[in-house]
């Protein structure tokens, strides 16, 4: 049977749907549903907190490990802005990025991350800037003393560059666990998403940054790993 469970976020909702699990395997869908839309200011980047994208449940007869495969498609927004006049820099960043990490037995005294924590899906970092001298259509006067041409840098109106980048693609990465003991446990996928930008030289500019989760899904497979041979954390 499919359900269907909402889960409120900052700006928006994400429908999940799920298939309960069967054996040791678990497979879940995310609907194409945007987590995180447009920030607004200058600064820092601005990291959200952790949503849960997926949540599914699987039964272990005895202590086994865990291989954690997550598939999602990842969109990533950058605009940047700038505006020049008289020879003046000025320069737009933007930022934006999706982290994803997957919990175990969340909420309880046996919660733990799977290796190795949080893993970058998707990032970032677009910086624009450029010099001008700008539109200055009936800005010029001659002095009809000496003849020189006189500019009025009032009237000069600066110039404009825009770069807009818009792009998605499916990522996917194997987390691990080790050591999971028998009876029923909670596989939960989390994503977070940092976005931001700054202004800088005369700050004339302006910046956008947007990220997303489309499509995606989680296989959880149980397996027994070689002790001391296959599995490694540095």
Not at 159 to 165: A, C, F, G, Q
Not at 182 to 206: E, K, P, W
Request: aromatic residues 6%.
């Amino acid at each position: 049977m499919k359900k269907s469970v909402f889960i409120a976020l900052a700006v928006s909702f994400l429908l999940i749907g799920f298939i309960p699990a069967q054996s040791a395997k678990v497979t879940a869908q995310v609907s194409p549903i945007t987590i995180i839309d447009w920030v607004a200011g200058a600064g820092a980047p601005a990291t959200g907190p952790w949503q849960n994208i997926l949540v599914n449940t699987l039964h272990t007869s005895q202590q086994k490990d865990l291989f954690v495969d997550v598939s999602l498609e990842v969109g990533l927004y950058t605009k940047t802005l700038v505006k020049s006049k008289l020879g003046d820099m000025d320069s737009a960043l933007a930022q934006a990025g999706v982290e994803v990490r997957v919990l175990i037995d969340p909420g309880t005294t046996k919660e733990r991350v799977a290796y190795p924590g949080a893993v970058v899906f998707g990032r970032r970092t677009q910086t624009l800037s450029a010099v001008f001298q700008g539109l200055i259509a009936d800005c010029l006067s001659v002095d009809p003393e000496t003849g020189n041409v006189i500019v009025d840098e009032e009237c000069v109106e600066p110039e404009e560059l825009e770069l807009i980048l818009d792009t998605m693609n499916a990522n996917a990465f194997n987390f691990v666990l080790d050591d999971l003991g028998s009876g029923d446990h909670t596989v939960q996928v989390q994503a977070r998403i940092t976005v931001g930008g700054a202004l800088g030289g005369t700050a004339l500019g302006s910046f956008e940054a947007k990220a997303l989760v489309g499509k995606g899904a989680v296989s959880v497979e149980e397996v027994r790993m070689i002790k001391g041979e296959d599995f490694v954390i540095q």
